[in-house]
């Protein structure tokens, strides 16, 4: 499927990403956005709002699970393992603020990305980013190209 008019929407409220074709509603997904809250200080952990474009996609053609680390593939992660890090699964939607309030977004690494807790998958879980389910983002990942302008609200 190939969109003329791409464009995410995050609610923060909902825990719910939104992708548009233009204004038509193409796909939905649980997602999982600070369990810090919302913010835009760098070190916070918070996730900032406002608009921002996709700046960089990481991991295309990876392995469902793949382990990302500076945005490098670094190994896999398998169902069931556990561990206490949060780890960055699977894709990489890097995202760049283009307002004066979150300019620093592109510097705080703030990401779509898989995660290896998808139990927390729609509700307040994430250290800045928003995560969604890692079959989720793989379909997000190929349906958006670079420069896809993206909204979160609260």
């Not at 603020?97 to 705080?108: D, S």
């Amino acid at each position: 499927m190939s969109l003329a008019q791409p464009r995410i929407e995050v609610s923060i409220g909902t825990q719910r990403l939104r992708l548009f074709d233009g204004h038509r509603l193409v796909r939905e997904w649980p997602c999982s956005t600070s369990k810090f809250g919302i913010g835009f200080v760098e070190g916070s952990n918070k996730t900032p709002l406002g608009g921002f474009v996709v700046r960089g996609k990481h991991g295309a053609g990876a392995e469902h699970g793949t382990v990302f680390k500076a945005r490098e593939p670094v190994g896999v992660w398998r169902e069931g393992e556990v561990t206490s890090d949060d780890l960055v699964l699977t894709r990489i939607l890097r995202l760049d603020g283009t307002e004066a309030r979150n300019a620093n977004t592109f510097e705080r690494y703030i990401y779509i990305h898989g995660t290896n807790d998808e139990r927390l998958i729609g509700q307040r879980g994430s250290h800045g980013c928003v995560r969604l389910g890692n079959a989720d983002v793989i379909e997000l990942f190929d349906l958006v190209p670079e420069g896809t302008p993206v909204w979160i609200e609260e």
